[in-house]
Every structure is written in structure tokens, then in C-alpha cells.
């Protein structure tokens, strides 16, 4: 069983609070636009942590991060990128991958709209995390929390970070 914190779309912002609701997480998952060096590197000193780049990291992110990650949590396979779309709008980027060998679990970041959808078509959980950073025109800042066990996600959690 794991538990794990999952952002995007901070923009190099550090939130203080960070801390506070990661502390009962086994792991930090970053859907990218992580926005500097030094802010992956907090959160890798904090946790264990697993990024993608987002379309605003430079090109040291870029080479410390893949913009595609496929990897297995517990028994789940988990995929995340930054621009994916959502269920029944993938990006054309991740689409044909989705539909041909769907994870169970996808993470995306990208439009700071915090979303967590069930694709009964391909029959995998979507989150998308919202934005944790100042930066976009979202009007609340979000990250979420959950748990794998084995194939299963439970306890999961959306925390506002405010304005």
C-alpha cells in the first residue's frame, strides 16, 4: 500500500504547506510545469519524488524529467504527462497509446483545472491535480492525495490551497 501526493503546474512556487500534507505520503507525483531546479529539488529532499516536464520547464528539467512516464505503483499502472487532455478529448500526443494499452491510472497537469474522472470506455481513473503554483487564472490552487493498494485507489483526497 502507498500513499501519495499528487501536483502539478507549480511554476516554481514552494508552498510552506507543502510539508504539512505530503508528511503522511509515501510519494510526490509532479505532472509538470515544476517551473525550476531548486523546487524539484525540495521536494525530492522531502520525498521521493516522480516528475514529467511541463511545456514551461527549461531544458535542465527537461533533461532531469521525461515529458512521458509509464511506470507501476503497487500493482497499478500509472502513466503521466503533462498535456493529456481528458476522458473522451486525449491529446493527440498520448491518444493512440491510451487507447491501445490503457494504464490504470492517468495523470495529466497543463490546464489547472482540478479533475478526477472515471473513463468507463477505456476503464482507467483520469486525474488531473489542478495547478499548486500562483502563476494561471485558476481561482483555487489544489493538489490531491490517495492510495494504491494493489490494483485499487482509495482515500482519495482534493485539498485547496486557497487563492
Not at 27 to 39: T, Y
Not at 61 to 77: G, N, V
Request: glycine share 10%; with cysteine; aromatic share 10%.
Amino acid at each position: 500500500m502507498r500513499r501519495v501526493g499528487i501536483l502539478s503546474d507549480t511554476h516554481g512556487y514552494w508552498d510552506p504547506r507543502f510539508e504539512q500534507y505530503f508528511e503522511p505520503c509515501d510519494e510526490i507525483w509532479h505532472a509538470g510545469d515544476i517551473g525550476s531546479v531548486e523546487l524539484a529539488e525540495l521536494f525530492a529532499a522531502f520525498r521521493p519524488f516522480v516528475a514529467v516536464c511541463g511545456n514551461i520547464d527549461g531544458g535542465d528539467l527537461r533533461r532531469m524529467f521525461p515529458s512521458l512516464l509509464r511506470w507501476r505503483c503497487e500493482e497499478a499502472d500509472v502513466l503521466m504527462t503533462h498535456i493529456g487532455g481528458y476522458p473522451g478529448h486525449y491529446d493527440r500526443a498520448v491518444a493512440a497509446q491510451l487507447r491501445s494499452r490503457p494504464p490504470h491510472l492517468f495523470i495529466a497537469g497543463h490546464s489547472h483545472i482540478l479533475k478526477v474522472q472515471y473513463d468507463r470506455t477505456l476503464g482507467l481513473l483520469h486525474i488531473n491535480p489542478g495547478a499548486a503554483g500562483l502563476q494561471g487564472w485558476q481561482t483555487a490552487r489544489t493538489l490531491v492525495r490517495l492510495t494504491i493498494d494493489g490494483h485499487d485507489f482509495k482515500d482519495l483526497e482534493v485539498i485547496e490551497l486557497g487563492r
